[in-house]
C-alpha cells in the first residue's frame, strides 16, 4: 500500500515537483537503509549535508527526493524531485499532516531512563490488538519525531512516539506535533544534568511532555518519584484533568501488590482499575515491572485490552542494547551498550546479580556522559552496587571510569582503558566458559565496538535461551 501519493506529499510540503512523481511507500534520510520507492529527504546534518547523497538515493530506486529549490538543477534529470525552502521544515510539513489524517490513538513517552524499552513494550503488546505504528529505535529528537509522523500510514490504529531531550524547551514543540492522546514520563534520574543543571530542571524538562496532550488526554507519571507531584502539577497546568500515578504507593494506580524477582523475569501482582492481574513479565528487574505498570495504564487509555497485554508481557523481550542477553558458545553476553546513567547502571548491575552463573561475573563498563559537576563522583559511586551484586572482575574505558576503577578493590580490576577500542584486547583474553559479561556505557563511548568484538570472538552464536 502506498503511504503517500505524491500528489498528497506535494501539497503537504508546499513543493515544487519535478518529474513524473510515483507513489511513496516509505520515508528515508539515509541511503543506506533506504528503499525502492522510499521519499528520501535531503536533511543537513551536522557532519553531512544530505544533498551529497542524493544521486545514490535516485539510483537505488527512490520515489523521488526532497531537496533545496534553489539546488533543483544540480539534479535535473535523476528522478522526480520535490523542491522546497527548507528540507527539514518540509519533513515537519509532512509529519503534520500525517498526524492531520490519522484517527489513531496516539501516546508520547519520555523519561530520564525507560524511554525506548517502554516505547517498544507497548508496540509488542499494541500491535497484538491492532495496527500499530512506533518509533524506530530511539528515533526521538528534533528531526526523529517528525519522520517517524511522516511514515505513519493513514490507517494506524495505535501511534507510539518516544521523544526525548538534552535541553529544557526541546520536548515541548515535538510533543505539540505529535499531539498525543496518553503522556507518559517513566522516571526522572540525574541524566543531562551537565546541561539542566540540578534533577529538578530534568523534572520540569520532563514535564513538558503534557504541553501537547490533545483535550482530555491522559498523564501517565511515577507515583513512588519524590518529583511525583511536581510532574502532576506540569500536567495541571496544561489543563490536563486526568492524571494516572503508577508505582508501589498506596494512592497509585495501577499499583504493585507484590514481586517476585528471577534471572529471566518476575512474576507480580498488580491492583488497577479495582481488579488484581497476575503479570509475568518477560524481562528481568525491578525497573521493567515498574515501566510495565506505565504501560499497562497507557494502553487501557488508550482504550486497549489490559487484560491481554498482561497475558501478553511475558512475551516482551529487551531491545538490543538494552538488556538483551545472547549466548556465544561458552559465555553469556549481556549487551546494555546503548545507554548508561547511574540509576541505569545500579538497576542493570541488580539483573546481573539476579543470574546463576557457572563461571564469573564481569561488567565492561564506559564512561556515563552530561553527568555535570559530580560526574566523578557518581562513576565512583558504582563500587558499592557493583559489590552488591557480586561482580567478579570490572574493565572500564574512558577518564570518567577511571575513577571508579581506582575506587575498586584490587582483586575486582580487570583493565582499564582511555577508549573502548583499546579496551577490547583485555576484556577478550579474560573470558572464559562459564562466565557472564554485561557491556553498559553511554552510546558515545562506543562500548558497542566491545560488544561486536565478543560477539565475533566466540562461535556458535544464538538468542539465550534458544535450542
Not at 19 to 34: E, H, Q
Not at 248 to 265: N, T, V
Not at 345 to 368: C, E
Request: with cysteine.
Amino acid at each position: 500500500m502506498s503511504l503517500w501519493m505524491a500528489d498528497a506529499a506535494k501539497q503537504a510540503m508546499a513543493a515544487t515537483l519535478s518529474g513524473d512523481a510515483p507513489a511513496i511507500s516509505g520515508i528515508s534520510i539515509d541511503t543506506r537503509t533506504l528503499e525502492p520507492g522510499d521519499l528520501f529527504f535531503a536533511i543537513q546534518g551536522d557532519v553531512r549535508d544530505g544533498h551529497e547523497f542524493v544521486s545514490a538515493a535516485l539510483q537505488k530506486g527512490a520515489a523521488g527526493a526532497v531537496v533545496l529549490r534553489d539546488r533543483m538543477d544540480e539534479f535535473a534529470g535523476q528522478g522526480s524531485l520535490y523542491g522546497v525552502d527548507d528540507v527539514l521544515g518540509a519533513l515537519v510539513a509532512l509529519g503534520l499532516a500525517a498526524r492531520a489524517r490519522t484517527h489513531a490513538r496516539i501516546v508520547a513517552v519520555t523519561g530520564s531512563v525507560g524511554k525506548t524499552g517502554t516505547k517498544e513494550a507497548l508496540k509488542a503488546l499494541l500491535e497484538k490488538q491492532g495496527r500499530t505504528h512506533a518509533s524506530v529505535a530511539s528515533y526521538n529528537n528534533h528531526w526523529g519525531v517528525p519522520l517517524t509522523l511522516a511514515r505513519m500510514p493513514a490507517e494506524t490504529e495505535f501511534g507510539i512516539f518516544e521523544i526525548g531531550m538534552n535541553h529544557a524547551n526541546e520536548i515541548s514543540p515535538l510533543v505539540k506535533m505529535v499531539r498525543p492522546h496518553v503522556a507518559m514520563i517513566t522516571a526522572i534520574a540525574p541524566v543531562h544534568l551537565e546541561n539542566l543543571g540540578s534533577i529538578e530542571a530534568i523534572a520540569d524538562a520532563k514535564g513538558e511532555i503534557f504541553d501537547g496532550l490533545s483535550r482530555d488526554g491522559v498523564a501517565i507519571i511515577p507515583g513512588d518519584s519524590e518529583f511525583a507531584d511536581r510532574l502532576a502539577g506540569h500536567a495541571t497546568r496544561n489543563a490536563v484533568t486526568r492524571i494516572v500515578r503508577f508505582g508501589e504507593k498506596a494512592a497509585c494506580d495501577p499499583r504493585l501488590l507484590s514481586i517476585h524477582l528471577h534471572a529471566d523475569g518476575s512474576d507480580a501482582m498488580v491492583s488497577m482499575d479495582g481488579k488484581t492481574l497476575s503479570v509475568a513479565f518477560g524481562s528481568p528487574g525491578r525497573h521493567v515491572a515498574m515501566n510495565g505498570l506505565a504501560v499497562l495504564a497507557a494502553i487501557g487509555a488508550l482504550g486497549g485490552d489490559v487484560q491481554r497485554a498482561a497475558q501478553d508481557f511475558a512475551t516482551v523481550t529487551p531491545p538490543s542494547g538494552r538488556g538483551q542477553r545472547i549466548a556465544l558458545g561458552g559465555i553469556t553476553l549481556v549487551d546494555e551498550s546503548y545507554n548508561a546513567n547511574p540509576a541505569s547502571m545500579r538497576a542493570a548491575f541488580s539483573v546481573l546479580g539476579s543470574m546463576k552463573v557457572t563461571g564469573r561475573r564481569i561488567v565492561a563498563l564506559g564512561d556515563m556522559l552530561e553527568l555535570g559537576a559530580e560526574e566523578n563522583a557518581m562513576h565512583r559511586d558504582l563500587a558499592e552496587p557493583l559489590a552488591d551484586a557480586k561482580v567478579d572482575l570490572v574493565f572500564a574505558a574512558g577518564h570518567r571510569m577511571k575513577h571508579l576503577f581506582e575506587a575498586l578493590p584490587l582483586n575486582q580490576r580487570g583493565a582499564w582503558a582511555d577508549h573502548a577500542e583499546a579496551l577490547k584486547p583485555y576484556v577478550l583474553e579474560a573470558l572464559r566458559d562459564g562466565d557472564v559479561i554485561m557491556v553498559k556505557g553511554s552510546n558515545s563511548s562506543r562500548m558497542s565496538l566491545l560488544v561486536r568484538a565478543i560477539k565475533d570472538q566466540f562461535d556458535d552464536p544464538r538468542q539465550a535461551g534458544e535450542a
